[in-house]
């Protein structure tokens, strides 16, 4: 899903890019996926692949591990022996929602699922092996070129006359388009380390329901319900708002404010579009 926005929104900017993706290229093909990457020899690499359905990741933490960690582990060793940079994608789920305040860079993650456990355990090994490198943890993303949350309520609410969505989950739903100019400012900075980028604000998957509803103009009620209620495999964070600090420090931005990006996403037109 990302990815495929990157990619446009770089070649966009007049970027050479080489888009990489299975079945060609496998982050678990350690030797081949090293000797891949030396022969093109880029000035950066964004690392967004990944293992992210988080159910199925809960009953085979061997292969989470296998593609989220190892997998990090390979182009890390190659951004390093390159000496270019690496941009590596994490997430909210690497913190156990314990925290009744938005969690900063440098507070301690504490994974509850085998998603969140091999995500960590990719931005330990890309930490350890690589200098020049990027670790930016978002959160409840939703765009044009994946499936998601958004477009799984606006589905629904067209089908049926009511749904039942957890309420007392929190986090910020951010837009995959959204995240892309902060990755490319990244990369072209020298600022090494971890940062959280999202869009602004915070609600429950509850409210960002409502709001798709309410945008989409769909005839459906939306009920609010306890996690208790929606039995899933793997355990998710009650809260994982994500304090961007780090980014405004070095940008001196934050991203639009969640609601204003759910609204371009569902009432807007795509840049084809727009041929923008
Ligand atoms: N989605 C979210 O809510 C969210 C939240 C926070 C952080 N993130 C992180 O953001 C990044 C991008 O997420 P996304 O939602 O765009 O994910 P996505 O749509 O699932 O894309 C991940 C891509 O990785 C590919 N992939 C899987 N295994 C691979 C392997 N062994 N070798 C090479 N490619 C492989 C997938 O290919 P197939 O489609 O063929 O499997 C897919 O194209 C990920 O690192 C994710 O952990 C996502």
Request: some cysteine; glycine content about 6%.
């Amino acid at each position: 899903m990302l990815g495929t926005d990157l990619v446009g929104f770089l070649r966009r900017q007049h970027e050479e890019v080489q888009a990489w993706d299975l079945p060609q290229h496998d982050i678990t093909d350690v030797n081949r996926i090293i000797n891949d990457i030396h022969d093109v020899g880029p000035d950066a690499i964004f690392h967004l692949a990944a293992w992210t359905d988080v159910d199925a990741c809960e009953s085979d933490p061997a292969r989470a591990a296998s593609v989220n960690f190892q997998g990090a582990w390979s182009v890390a060793l190659a951004a390093a022996e390159l000496g270019c940079k690496l941009v590596y994608l994490s997430t909210d789920y690497v913190f156990d929602g314990r925290s009744r305040r938005p969690y900063r860079e440098n507070d301690t993650p504490s994974p509850l699922s085998a998603y969140g456990k091999s995500k960590l355990m990719g931005e330990q090994a890309v930490a350890r092996t690589c200098r020049r490198r990027f670790i930016v943890r978002t959160s409840w993303l939703y765009g044009r070129h994946g499936r998601n949350f958004v477009d799984t309520i606006r589905e629904k609410s067209r089908q049926e006359q009511r749904i039942e969505v957890v309420s007392d989950q929190f986090g910020s739903p951010t837009y995959s388009r959204d995240l892309c100019r902060p990755l490319w400012d990244l990369a072209r900075s020298e600022h090494y380390g971890v940062f959280h980028v999202t869009n602004s604000g915070q609600c429950s998957w509850f409210q960002l329901a409502e709001e798709v509803v309410r945008l989409t103009g769909a005839r459906c009620e939306v009920v609010p319900v306890d996690t208790a209620r929606i039995a899933r495999p793997a355990p998710r964070p009650q809260y994982s708002v994500l304090e961007n600090s780090n980014f405004k420090r070095k940008f001196g931005k934050l991203l639009r404010p969640w609601q204003e990006a759910l609204r371009s996403y569902i009432v807007e037109p795509t840049p084809a579009e727009t041929g923008r």
